[in-house]
């Protein structure tokens, strides 16, 4: 593990999250401008989902149903057991509590990217219809988490309606899954006609991106003294906790080793793109400092930088 570890710690994605990290903490004036991250963004997203698809289209359902099932499983779940953990354990307010079980039940798509960038380094095989798995996630925690705050009387009214087409057409999930779709569609012959735009410069955007995650995560550091020593210390073991809940069901649905250590990955994983948007829509009253400073300065470096390896070495411990 300790290889798989150095190796990880020295590949060009956490080596720019970390050069983002230092250059907010040195206060560079390096800044993205929001046009060239919106950019990105839509470019990862789209392209992970387009690459998805053509994966599904050559796999066939009969191979995904089983573990997408798992998957939408596991993003019901962890919002349910982080929830009474962050409400008592963490004496938080259940809006609060609320909206954190609801970012670390959703996913990071830019996690799974460096896993599966880890798996490739490595050499370990992976199903590539392993993008559907993160397509599906987003939405079913981000739906409980919101149930979970109304019903403890967070913030006014907000139709359930409305809640649902944010948590399902928000603009993270509506790219991934609309461009898997076409990806479905389009399949292998699709994928020859827009590889050298979705594929090859992709390691590059991901740089990029990365780059500018490490900028953000820096500034976010400052509220590590606001948010205190237990979510600190939630922030680490949930994610491993998740990590190795999302193997074990990964290993029981049927995935490979790497698949698994796919889908642990994602368990493990806390969004903070899709998330957000649809809990601030849903429950304002929450302090998103709390769920942000979580999910990005302390839980997407510790995925990062120890998870991603943690989850591979339990995925192997399982399927020697």
Same mark, same amino acid.
């Given at each position: 593990?300790?290889?798989?570890?150095?190796?990880?710690?020295?590949?060009?994605?956490?080596?720019?999250?970390?050069?983002?990290?230092?250059?907010?903490? $040195?206060?560079?004036? #390096?800044?993205?401008? &929001? !046009? +060239?991250?919106?950019?990105?963004?839509?470019? /990862? @997203?789209? =392209?992970?989902?387009?690459?998805?698809?053509?994966?599904?289209?050559e796999a066939g359902l009969?191979?995904?149903?089983?573990?997408?099932?798992?998957?939408?499983?596991?993003?019901?779940?962890?919002?349910?057991?982080?929830?009474?953990?962050?409400?008592?354990?963490?004496?938080?307010?259940?809006?609060?509590?609320?909206?954190?079980?609801?970012?670390?039940?959703?996913?990071?798509?830019?996690?799974?990217?460096?896993?599966?960038?880890?798996?490739?380094?490595?050499?370990?095989?992976?199903?590539?219809?392993?993008?559907?798995?993160?397509?599906?996630?987003?939405?079913?925690?981000?739906?409980?988490?919101?149930?979970?705050?109304?019903?403890?009387?967070?913030?006014?009214? $907000?139709?359930?309606? #409305?809640?649902?087409? &944010? !948590? +399902?057409?928000?603009?993270?999930?509506?790219? /991934? @899954?609309? =461009?898997?779709v076409v990806g479905a569609?389009?399949?292998?012959?699709?994928?020859?006609?827009?590889?050298?735009?979705?594929?090859?410069?992709?390691?590059?955007?991901?740089?990029?991106?990365?780059?500018?995650?490490?900028?953000?995560?820096?500034?976010?550091?400052?509220?590590?003294?606001?948010?205190?020593?237990?979510?600190?210390?939630?922030?680490?073991?949930?994610?491993?906790?998740?990590?190795?809940?999302?193997?074990?069901?990964?290993?029981?649905?049927?995935?490979?080793?790497?698949?698994?250590?796919?889908?642990?990955?994602?368990?493990?994983?806390?969004?903070?793109?899709?998330?957000?948007?649809?809990?601030?829509?849903?429950?304002?009253?929450?302090?998103?400092?709390?769920?942000?400073?979580?999910?990005?300065?302390?839980?997407?470096?510790?995925?990062?930088?120890?998870?991603?390896?943690?989850?591979?070495?339990?995925?192997?411990?399982?399927?020697?």
């Open positions: 593990m300790s290889d798989a570890l150095v190796a990880n710690l020295l590949s060009p994605a956490v080596l720019f999250f970390a050069l983002g990290l230092v250059a907010a903490l $040195v206060r560079s004036e #390096l800044k993205f401008p &929001e !046009a +060239l991250y919106s950019a990105l963004t839509i470019y /990862l @997203l789209v =392209a992970i989902g387009f690459k998805g698809g053509v994966a599904l289209a009969g191979r995904v149903w089983l573990p997408a099932l798992a998957a939408i499983g596991l993003g019901a779940f962890i919002p349910l057991w982080t929830y009474p953990v962050l409400r008592w354990g963490g004496r938080m307010a259940a809006v609060d509590a609320a909206a954190i079980a609801a970012h670390y039940g959703s996913v990071s798509a830019v996690t799974f990217l460096a896993a599966t960038n880890y798996l490739a380094a490595i050499g370990r095989p992976y199903e590539s219809h392993a993008v559907a798995l993160l397509a599906v996630m987003e939405s079913p925690a981000i739906l409980v988490g919101v149930v979970l705050g109304k019903r403890a009387g967070g913030g006014p009214p $907000v139709p359930l309606g #409305l809640v649902v087409r &944010e !948590a +399902l057409f928000g603009r993270s999930i509506f790219l /991934l @899954l609309g =461009a898997l569609l389009c399949g292998p012959d699709g994928m020859e006609k827009v590889g050298p735009f979705f594929v090859t410069p992709f390691q590059g955007v991901l740089a990029l991106f990365l780059l500018e995650m490490g900028l953000v995560a820096g500034r976010r550091l400052e509220d590590l003294r606001r948010v205190g020593p237990f979510l600190l210390a939630f922030g680490i073991v949930a994610p491993a906790l998740n990590g190795a809940l999302g193997v074990a069901v990964g290993t029981a649905a049927g995935l490979s080793a790497g698949g698994a250590m796919l889908l642990g990955v994602l368990a493990a994983s806390a969004s903070y793109i899709a998330a957000p948007a649809a809990v601030r829509l849903a429950l304002p009253e929450a302090n998103p400092t709390l769920s942000l400073t979580a999910a990005l300065a302390i839980t997407f470096p510790f995925n990062l930088t120890v998870g991603i390896p943690l989850c591979d070495a339990f995925a192997r411990l399982l399927q020697p």
